[in-house]
């Protein structure tokens, strides 16, 4: 074997395919592999040879990998009104296998809960076996639990502003409104933009409670008023360590949950849609204690306004070049890359088997 069967990537490392010879360059020798045999060479790859740094891998775009949105919001579900809304619940299928990063709700406190109190989310394989513990149902995803959101943080009212004379300040990060609709944005607050040409997306605000305008945090892009365009405020709830994995097609079972006191008059209330699932069990749900153990009482014509963000694992692709090198994209699914074996095989399955368990390809090779 020419490698350490367990000897991992730390440093750059380049690959072109020229005249049928593939040449990997910048991990221990330079090897030519030609004909499926591997010789060590003098011939030194290429200086445009596409070249990949360890700490520049990509493992994928973290966007929605599931969503019902906040445009449909009609109604609210109460987060510990009474026994009966003990947790709330959407249960739901993701299209792809995923990494989750964060989970997007539409929160509104009613009355005075206590400093101090929290709101997460968990996502469940199962209704059964629910317990209030946090992290600790038998039927929770691995690393299923989000991060806590303090109660403090979450608003009196459901801020949100729909109007045509919205615009965007690139120079002073300024979303401005020349109709005065901005006052019930306060700073801190992390808000979400749809409709526009340039801006979509979430931002922080930094500068709020003035009716004109508001300073962000984060970078935006010169943008006239003019066409109907939505600024609202979001609360996310974050899976900050080891992220959950979730599976193609199945069902699961995304669970709010709450650390203060049943009370008729001091609750949270999420936003949700009175309309129709798009399958079977993909419908909203009451989680209610009764005698210390949980009810699941289903709702089939409701929908939690939900965003559940991640990584599409089918979509992580690194590429290392373009066809006029002969070099290939490539899939990844583990970083760093461990190395556990070599298989050389005719050069048109080269890549295929390129990094067994770490590596596969999205075609063969080609000959130039």
């Known amino acids: 074997s020419i490698f350490s069967p367990t000897k991992k990537i730390n440093k750059a490392v380049s690959v072109v395919q020229d005249k049928g010879l593939v040449l990997v360059a910048g991990y221990e020798k330079l090897i030519t592999i030609k004909d499926g045999q591997a010789h060590y060479s003098g011939v030194e790859a290429p200086e445009s040879a596409p070249t990949v740094e360890a700490e520049a891998v990509s493992v994928g775009e973290d966007k929605i990998i599931k969503d019902y949105p906040e445009t449909n919001q009609d109604h609210c579900g109460e987060l510990g009104q009474g026994a009966a809304q003990t947790l709330l619940a959407q249960s ?78 690139s120079a002073d990060k300024e979303i401005t409104d020349s109709g005065n609709g901005l006052a019930g944005f306060l700073a801190g607050d992390t808000i979400k933009v749809t409709g526009s040409a340039e801006n979509d997306g979430v ?35 974050t899976f900050s360590g080891t992220k959950p994995s979730l599976d193609k097609n199945e069902t699961y079972y995304l669970v709010i949950y709450r650390d203060f006191d049943v009370s008729t008059s001091d609750y949270v209330e999420v936003g949700f849609d009175c309309s129709s699932p798009e399958y079977e069990e993909g419908k909203y749900w009451e989680i209610g204690e009764i005698d210390g153990s949980f009810d699941w009482g289903g709702y089939v014509s409701v929908d939690l306004v939900f965003e559940i963000h991640g990584i599409n694992k089918d979509e992580q692709t690194l590429s290392f070049g373009d066809p006029e090198t002969g070099s290939f994209d490539m899939l990844m699914y583990k970083y760093p890359v461990t190395m556990t074996r070599y298989l050389f095989a005719s050069l048109n399955s080269l890549i295929s088997s390129w990094f067994d368990n770490a590596y596969s390809t999205r075609g063969t090779s080609s000959v130039i």
């Not at 406190?109 to 149902?137: D, F, M």
């Not at 403090?152 to 300040?169: C, E, M, P, Y």
């Not at 605000?205 to 008023?225: C, F, S, Y």
């Open 92 to 169: 739901f299928k993701v299209a792809v296998d995923c990494e989750l990063s964060k989970i997007t709700l539409k929160l509104k406190q009613v009355g005075t809960i206590a400093a101090g109190k929290k709101v997460w989310a968990e996502i469940h394989e199962t209704r059964s076996g629910t317990l209030i513990t946090k992290g600790n149902s038998p039927g929770i995803v691995e690393d299923g639990d989000t991060d806590t959101l303090d109660i403090g943080a979450i608003r009196d009212s459901f801020a949100k502003v729909t109007d045509k004379t919205i615009a965007f300040v």
């Open 203 to 237: 931002y922080t605000v930094a500068t709020g409670e003035v009716a004109g305008k508001i300073v962000v945090t984060e970078d935006l892009v010169d943008e006239d008023a003019g066409d109907s365009i939505t600024v609202e405020t979001i609360y996310e709830l």
